[in-house]
Nanobody, 124 residues
């Protein structure tokens, strides 16, 4: 079992930055690929970014490429999402997720464990 806890969300003006963190319990964090997803009101949850267990491979949704950066620190059992140049359309609840099998996937059904989410609100 892996428990995931997100933090770092908040209210920011358009053009601003935030860094989300997701800290995992358990001793096998370094063996999981990790992903970030988001869900805006009235919309389906969508892929944002993913990172392989080693951090050597990263994947991004086109909508965030060049603005967001995913990274991980396996010694701290933590994955990060650095978000720059934020836009009002980035407003959503952001979730981190852990995947036991793949090397990082945009498919939410690949993921085995999910956090509770953290709200990000970008004002115009």
């Amino acid at each position: 079992q892996v428990q995931l806890v997100e933090s770092g969300g908040g209210l920011v003006q358009a053009g601003g930055s935030l860094r989300l963190s997701c800290t995992a319990s358990g001793r096998t964090f370094s063996s999981y690929a990790m992903g970030w997803f988001r869900q805006a009101p009235g919309k389906e949850r969508e892929f944002v970014a993913a990172i392989s267990w080693s951090g050597g491979s990263t994947y991004y949704a086109d909508s965030v490429k060049g603005r967001f950066t995913i990274s991980r620190d396996n010694a701290k059992n933590t994955v990060y999402l650095r978000m720059n140049s934020l836009k009002p359309e980035d407003t959503a609840v952001y979730y981190c997720a852990a995947d036991e099998v793949s090397s990082g996937s945009p498919d939410e059904y690949e993921y085995d464990y999910w956090g509770q989410g953290t709200q990000v609100t970008v004002s115009s």
